[in-house]
């Protein structure tokens, strides 16, 4: 159905997008990349679309990748809170222990809970 909807008309991001939720719900990181990938570069000023990459990019493992689409989605006006937990354990990935309790402790000020094992595992 998506790849219907994407032939005759392959700008329509959302298409990509919904195709790369679908195809990481399958375990398809790869095409969800290359979806998502194509997404950002239709809508280079969309911040969700930069996170959505980056949680892909983290799931396969591209910890750099990640964190610059993170930075990305930041620059671009994510304001989730969950961006500072996800860049955390990007960082903790990347052994950049100070700058992942930065983000850590910002999404623990926003109210996100979760960050508050993490804080005090990796946190001095």
């Not at 996800?86 to 960050?115: H, N, P």
């Amino acid at each position: 159905m998506f790849d219907t909807v994407l032939a005759l008309n392959s700008s329509y991001v959302e298409g990509f997008l919904n195709r790369a939720s679908a195809q990481q719900r399958l375990g398809e990181l790869a095409g969800a990349s290359a979806d998502l990938k194509h997404a950002v570069s239709l809508q280079p000023k969309n911040p969700d679309t930069y996170f959505a990459l980056a949680l892909n990019n983290a799931q396969q493992g591209s910890f750099v990748e990640a964190l610059d689409c993170l930075t990305n989605a930041a620059a671009r006006g994510y304001s989730d809170p969950l961006l500072f937990l996800v860049r955390g354990k990007v960082k903790i990935a990347l052994r950049d222990t100070s700058g992942a309790c930065m983000d850590f402790s910002y999404a623990l000020q926003k109210g996100l809970q979760e960050a508050t094992s993490l804080s005090a595992q990796f946190c001095r």
